[in-house]
């Protein structure tokens, strides 16, 4: 099968399965596990953070980094497009008591900070406490600038918040601009990464802030029954995912222009290849029924998934070869409509 729905379906290639099972292993909750105290040092190393904390998914990173930043009955400030408002079950609020004000996400994945700070509460009975502001960098494929970032920091030191990054995909944006990570991570006191997605690993996020924040996360963690025994093996497959698969995740950026270029010439499809930034191409159609095109596509061996707004998403496990057999099964269905 060819699947373009995710950057989260990639098998682990063999090398990587072989760094895990020769993985020295011990009980994590006592902290005695070589893998995964060194995947955390190399993370927050990479990072510019003091500490970084292993999490089962990236879900419970952010939930965590929110319940660890927040108490019950303060409020976090984060986009209407934003993973960890609509995505991610309402866990700040069912789990952590903590509410989101969520603010529209501007055509470049940014917010308009002029809403921003109109939203942030004065200190009144009547309203909770702003505690926080999360950004998500990438967007929906899209980087957000450092101005946007910097800007975004200053009016956090004005209020007095703190900053959360949403970096599932924080080294796309890195790999994109050309920079390390840590350029990115710079204006934040928290960041949550995902290993499971465009960096290949088979199950991982981390969490990454200052010593204080992790120890606090860390608690969290295990009430959220995030505290994992033998993760030495997991975390392998995420120090395999650092090191060797950052730099490749240019491919994939290249891979989606060159998706998003074959997709623009077929006139039923609305495609703008200048908007692909990263690994995501979002594909409209007026004439396409996208459920009957994955239909079809699905008896050819290829999966997307359809939607009012068709995403294709490129990862490690497909290449130009799969692009064009995508685009010629596209074709396909088109013609024989
Ligand atoms: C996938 C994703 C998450 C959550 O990660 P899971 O490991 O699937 O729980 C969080 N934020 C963003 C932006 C994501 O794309």
Redesign the pocket.
């Known amino acids: 099968m060819l699947d373009f729905r995710s950057d989260?379906v990639t098998q682990p290639s063999n090398a990587m399965r072989q760094a895990m099972l020769s993985a020295p292993v011990g009980d994590d909750v006592y902290e005695d596990d070589p893998s995964v105290n060194k995947l955390q040092e190399m993370a927050a190393e990479m990072s510019g953070f003091d500490a970084a904390l292993f999490t089962p998914?990236?879900?419970?990173?952010?939930l965590i980094a929110l319940m660890s930043h927040c108490e019950r009955g303060d409020e976090y400030i984060c986009g209407q497009q934003a993973?960890?408002y609509i995505?991610?079950g309402g866990g700040a609020a069912v789990l952590g008591s903590v509410q989101a004000q969520p603010i529209e996400n501007l055509a470049d994945g940014s917010l308009d900070l002029t809403k921003v700070r109109a939203s942030i509460k004065s200190d009144d009975i009547h309203f909770v406490k702003t505690k926080l502001i999360s950004l998500?960098n990438t967007?929906n494929g899209k980087v957000l600038s450092h101005d946007f970032m910097a800007q975004t920091q200053a009016l956090a030191f004005e209020y007095n918040l703190r900053m959360h990054l949403?970096g599932?995909?924080a080294f796309n944006a890195a790999v994109k601009l050309g920079e390390p990570i840590s350029n990115i991570t710079q204006y934040f006191d928290s960041a949550?990464i995902?290993l499971?997605?465009g960096l290949g690993a088979p199950v991982g996020?981390l969490l990454l802030g200052d010593s204080k924040f992790i120890n606090k996360a860390k608690r969290w963690r295990k009430t959220c029954g995030g505290g994992m025994r033998q993760a030495g093996m997991l975390a392998a497959a995420g120090i395999f995912a650092l090191e060797h698969n950052v730099e490749r995740l240019a491919d994939d950026h290249l891979n989606a222009r060159y998706l998003a270029d074959a997709l623009e010439n077929i006139s039923e499809l609305d495609v703008n290849p200048a908007l692909v930034q990263t690994n995501m191409v979002f594909v409209k159609s007026k004439q396409v029924d996208f459920l009957a095109l994955a239909e079809y596509l699905k008896s050819q061996g290829i999966l997307i998934s359809p939607g009012k707004v068709l995403r294709l998403v490129t990862h490690l496990n497909v290449d130009k070869t799969s692009i064009d057999t995508l685009v010629a099964g596209i074709k396909d269905f088109i013609k024989e409509k």
């Open positions: 989260t998914s990236g879900t419970q990173a952010n993973h960890n995505y991610e998500e967007i949403d599932a995909r949550s995902c499971s997605k996020s």
